[in-house]
């Protein structure tokens, strides 16, 4: 079922789509104004049957409950929302609803529900060979705190320059010096590139709380929320590598906590990184770039 399917619940014209569905899905419609009307929804709910909720004014613990109620019962739930919500609906519960029926008004509003639901685009991976490694002195370095707690083989792909990005790795790794911190990644000098979801860019020195990342690592990506983005000074290295007759560069601060990711996946200490060390990175298309947005116009980077 895509964004060409409506139908009129409740006065309102409206968009339904259910991820991963191919048919019309019949329905029932509920409104719920307070407990009487939850209980009674869950009590009513059958096996194999589709529930359309709207709420009032709690929009988030109705529908805790009603997912973990109604999935041990083999029901599945719908919910009401306008485009803003989306987001907070499909992951109420990390699960997030079956399906969301959302009130449009415009195209605008359609086109931002289609991003609210697209998946994100991973990244294609390649190895890199370092060929320098070279102490840069002091500068202004960013540590992206996220909302997320990161995996081992996930990190932020950064870069001098927007075609050439290496896979900075998150600091999940304890040491005798220092306790993990699994939500940070400390990602690069201020100026470098990040690449964001759609294959935007952003500076480093321009993330702030609430903003999202794309966090990748060779099995898939995913986008998380900045909780925190700290600019301290620290010294730098800028480490410089190749892929075929292809050449890019990063910045990161000099210390041991800080990681490239090797070509297993696996993260790496820059302090023991050496020329003919193996990285992994992410080349994109030689083109200019216009707040973010690729634009077809000539540029050398170096």
Not at 153 to 159: A, D, I, Q, R, T
Request: with cysteine; hydrophobic share 40%.
């Amino acid at each position: 079922m895509g964004f060409d399917d409506f139908a009129e619940i409740g006065g309102h014209t409206v968009a339904l789509y259910k991820e991963g569905g191919s048919e019309r899905v019949d329905v029932a419609y509920t409104r719920i104004l307070g407990g009487d009307d939850l209980k009674r929804v869950i009590s009513e709910a059958k096996p194999g049957s589709t529930v359309v909720v709207e709420t009032s004014d709690w929009s988030i613990i109705p529908y805790e409950n009603l997912i973990a109620e109604l999935h041990l019962k083999g029901a599945e739930i719908y919910a009401v929302g306008d485009p803003e919500s989306v987001g907070t609906l499909l992951t109420v519960m990390e699960k997030g609803v079956d399906g969301i029926i959302v009130r449009v008004s415009s195209k605008r509003d359609l086109e931002f529900v289609k991003g609210s639901l697209g998946v994100a685009e991973t990244p294609k991976l390649v190895e890199a060979e370092v060929i320098e490694i070279i102490q840069v002195g002091l500068g202004d370095r960013v540590c992206v705190d996220t909302t997320s707690i990161l995996n081992e083989g996930e990190g932020l792909l950064v870069g001098n320059t927007s075609d050439f990005l290496f896979l900075v790795h998150n600091e999940n790794i304890q040491t005798q010096y220092t306790e993990a911190r699994p939500f940070r990644i400390n990602a690069g000098a201020v100026h470098c590139y990040v690449l964001q979801k759609g294959g935007r860019t952003n500076y480093l020195s321009e993330l702030k709380a609430g903003d999202s990342v794309l966090v990748v690592s060779k099995d898939g990506s995913r986008v998380v929320t900045v909780g925190r983005a700290k600019i301290e000074r620290r010294p730098l290295v800028l480490v410089r590598a190749k892929v075929g007759e292809r050449t890019g560069s990063v910045v990161l601060q000099w210390a041991e906590t800080i990681r490239l990711t090797d070509t297993l996946g696996k993260p790496v200490n820059i302090t023991q990184l050496g020329k003919g060390s193996m990285v992994l990175v992410h080349l994109a298309e030689q083109t200019g770039r216009h707040f973010g947005a690729k634009v077809d116009e000539f540029i050398i980077e170096k």
